[in-house]
DNA sequence: GCGCATTTTGAACATTGTTCAAATATTTTT
DNA sequence: AAAAATATTTGAACAATGTTCAAAATGCGC
């Protein structure tokens, strides 16, 4: 019986992952307390403490499993798509269609913040970087002069944008945009976007 | 002396909110407390609660102030820029000058969530509405056959492309991008994105 | 099975937002 | 101007929360 030790902690870490997760599912970020989510993940209250720094870690760890998704859901919405524009528009749909299905979890990966002095773990940030490489791919395709330093800077700044006019019209800050006219927006940034690269192609001496 | 009530519910009104600016300024959104806010205005506890509904509505009288500020700087951004181009450069430079010189307060605006059940008031979602004309002005120069309704959510789009441009880069979530680069990033993005609707000029049918 | 090391427990604590009866201040009445 | 009526301000008390840590329970090597 070599072992148990090793194995109750990933038990209780994955059984207090999956309680946060529900937790954030059905009442949002502001809706996970250390006891729900304790009495769901079946320990005491410091058990938590012993897995995981605090409660802003656990989010964290709730949110890396959501990107992790969410990043699985761009590689395959682009898998097989003719062309990089194709592919760049699947994915803007996906990306917004995953919020729309996940709000809460959703929210919880962007609305979340440390208190003051805390950092970010580098893993983290690491795997949230990570999925900009779904973007400079098709990019690269439209670009092919750029180098790899301004293609990941371009990237981020359209996996930005997307990001952007996603989230202004999910937070029901104001009636909410009808969801199919909402994707024909995405549709079309899109397009201008390439459009815009393609009409600026050598036009510029360097940028 | 008729009138005092008033007169001193207005200014209790002004210091709570004056001081609940300073403590987001220098301890950010989280670092506002009902007891550090009060005894800074110099009232009770409780006279919060005479004046706000709660704590939430108090952050929200702060943050329409700062959409104030941030709804002057664009206008005096694009005001005289020659044409449409020069003047979207201009906001979204300035734009994200404000995110940079104001973080915890811009930071505030667009951090703060309402607990589950509560709703935005539905002013302060048309101040922050409001600002999305800005961005209409010059966009109607550059498609003027679009109908107000494409135009508005087409401006609402490209501000939200702005913005998320933005905010994902100062979030410092990953080594910050130098502010220069940003820049430049930015006009790169007006600039794409301008060709790109005059590239799509008529080329198609309807959209 | 026994003793040691590690983990789990949950009562106790500190820090919050919020309430509300009592105290204070203002206005109205006489 | 004093008294009565009304409204506001106060801050002690409460409830809800994240976090800690000594004691109890559990796992491990022999």
């Given at each position: 019986m070599a072992g148990k030790r090793e194995a109750n902690r990933q038990d209780l870490k994955s059984r207090l992952v999956a309680a946060a997760r529900e937790q954030i599912l059905d009442?949002?970020?502001?809706?996970?307390?250390a006891r729900d989510v304790t009495t769901r993940a079946g320990c005491a209250l410091g058990g938590l403490y012993s897995v995981f720094e605090d409660l802003d870690m656990l989010v964290i760890a709730v949110n890396a499993e959501t990107l992790m998704q969410l990043d699985a859901v761009l590689s395959s919405a682009a898998a097989?798509?003719?062309g990089p524009v194709a592919q760049m528009r699947a994915m803007a749909r996906a990306y917004l269609r995953f919020a729309l299905d996940n709000r809460n979890l959703w929210n919880a990966v962007f609305g979340h913040r440390l208190p003051e002095g805390a950092n970010i773990p580098q893993w983290y940030v690491d795997e949230y970087v990570a999925m900009f490489r779904h973007v400079v791919a098709p990019l690269a395709m439209l670009?092919?002069?750029?180098s790899p330093g301004k293609l990941n800077l371009k990237a981020r700044s359209v996996f930005a944008a997307v990001h952007g006019i996603v989230a202004i019209s999910i937070q029901?800050?104001?009636?909410?945009?009808p969801g199919e006219s909402l994707e024909r927006e995405l549709d079309d940034f899109i397009e201008t976007l390439a459009a815009g690269i393609a009409a600026r192609r050598g036009r510029t001496a360097q940028r």
């Open positions: 009442k949002g970020l502001k809706g996970i307390r097989g798509r003719p670009e092919p002069e750029l029901e800050r104001f009636v909410g945009v």
